[in-house]
């Protein structure tokens, strides 16, 4: 390693000028993985998750980058003063590196510019409804928000759920007095998903500007993905683990610690999601980390007011690796969908991305054997809940480095907080 990058790959039993040999005989060494959908919450609801808790809890799981959605903030990162006041507020708190992305939750997208040449690696628009602290967009600002990212070669996600629909399920359940976990999913529908991820990828044919799809719960939306793909569009898409382990039956036997949206889906549905993740439809497993304090997850007033969010930052790793390998799997899809993928529909690869010559050294070395089990404990989140807790499964990352430097060892802390940093769009750092 020199300056921080990998400086040679050799067999050969040369000792090189190191300050540290990291024996890992019998691990793999994977490169560190690029969460693209965490939201830490730091600062406005840092009672949520903060940036300490949230970039130790990436460390412990092998997470080397966070692209940090900063929607969840107070206030809402939607501009260029916004993203430097952002910076300043977490710069000292990060132990892993990080970038933001920009929301676009305005009807006019006049800030979309100067958000761009601040280096947010990409915009976040809400198609269907989620917290109030978001609004979201129909599609006339959505197409316009397109031809401006077109033009400035941005990249544009999406929560791809249709607000109508949605919108008109809960208000018909709410009428009727329906508010149990069942209406919950029932006002969510399968429908609601294609319908979105079907706009927007019509937008993509009129506009030419990349869209990603974020959270994809159902292998019927890949398949639009695919097909999409296969015509050349520019559209990638990312799933998330708790739609590769986890079902409706678990929602609605153990409630609100499952709530999430889109929600999950089918027990069918699960099986099928893996063949997408499998052929690189999904070219990216992330966490969609959406932490929140014990009681909002409460069910007192029905399932539409709990909590809708999984923290799953510190899991994703182990627990696709587990789950992968239970599938006969190869554990080369480890670095391609948590590294590789990621790091190249964000415009980091050649610094992130892959263990190679010139890349950022951030190495993890993962356990094959190294059997686990997530209890509230193990979790290093501010709020220690999780839909992971009470999962066992093996294959552990047990060390994690960041740019050369050891930042977690076997669950421990082993830097300090401030040594990670800002990735911009453009190449730089922050
Ligand atoms: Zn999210």
């Not at 976040?124 to 599609?139: A, E, H, N, T």
């Not at 683990?241 to 079902?247: D, G």
Request: proline residues 5%; glycine residues 10%; aromatic residues 8%.
């Amino acid at each position: 390693m020199a300056q921080e990058k990998i400086a040679a790959i050799t067999r050969k039993e040369i000792v090189w000028e190191a300050r540290q040999i990291e024996d890992a005989a019998g691990k793999f060494v994977f490169p560190g993985a690029i969460d693209v959908h965490a939201h830490l919450n730091d600062p406005g609801y840092n009672w949520r998750e903060d940036f300490e808790h949230g970039t130790m809890a990436a460390a412990a799981g092998g997470v080397t980058t966070i692209i940090d959605m900063p929607l969840q903030n107070a206030p809402a990162l939607t501009d260029a003063s916004l993203f430097r006041a952002k910076h300043e507020a977490v710069q000292k708190k990060a132990l892993v590196d990080y970038a933001f992305w920009g929301g676009l939750v305005d009807d006019t997208p006049d800030k979309m510019a100067e958000l761009h040449d601040a280096g947010v690696v990409a915009f976040k628009i809400f198609i269907g409804p989620v917290s109030p602290d978001y609004r979201s967009l129909g599609m006339g600002p959505i197409r316009e928000a397109m031809q401006k990212a077109a033009s400035l070669g941005a990249l544009v996600g999406f929560h791809a759920e249709d607000y109508s629909i949605i919108k008109h399920e809960e208000a018909r359940a709410l009428r009727e007095g329906r508010k149990g976990r069942a209406d919950f999913l029932r006002s969510r529908p399968l429908s609601a998903e294609l319908i979105a991820t079907e706009n927007v990828i019509n937008l993509v044919r009129e506009t030419g500007a990349g869209a990603h799809i974020c959270h994809v719960s159902h292998p019927d939306a890949a398949e639009l993905i695919r097909r999409a793909r296969s015509e050349g569009l520019p559209v990638s898409a990312e799933t998330c683990t708790h739609y590769l382990v986890y079902s409706e039956e678990d929602l609605l036997r153990d409630g609100a610690i499952y709530k999430c949206a889109p929600p999950l889906r089918e027990r069918e549905a699960v099986d099928r999601l893996w063949d997408y993740v499998a052929d690189g439809t999904l070219q990216c497993v992330a966490s969609d980390h959406s932490p929140c304090a014990q009681r909002e997850k409460s069910e007192e007033n029905g399932a539409f007011e709990a909590w809708g969010g999984i923290s799953g930052i510190q899991t994703t790793m182990q627990v696709f690796y587990d789950a992968a390998t239970r599938r006969n799997l190869s554990p080369t899809l480890i670095p391609k969908a948590l590294s590789e993928g990621p790091a190249r529909i964000f415009g980091l690869y050649g610094r992130k991305g892959a263990v190679d010559i010139g890349f950022d050294a951030d190495l993890v070395i993962f356990d094959p054997d190294r059997e686990w089990s997530v209890t509230p404990d193990s979790l290093f989140y501010l709020n220690k809940i999780s839909a992971f807790v009470g999962l066992k499964g093996k294959g552990l990352p047990v060390a994690t480095f960041v740019r050369g430097k050891l930042v977690h060892k076997d669950g421990e802390r082993k830097a300090d907080w401030g040594c990670g940093r800002l990735k911009l769009k453009n190449g730089g750092d922050g």
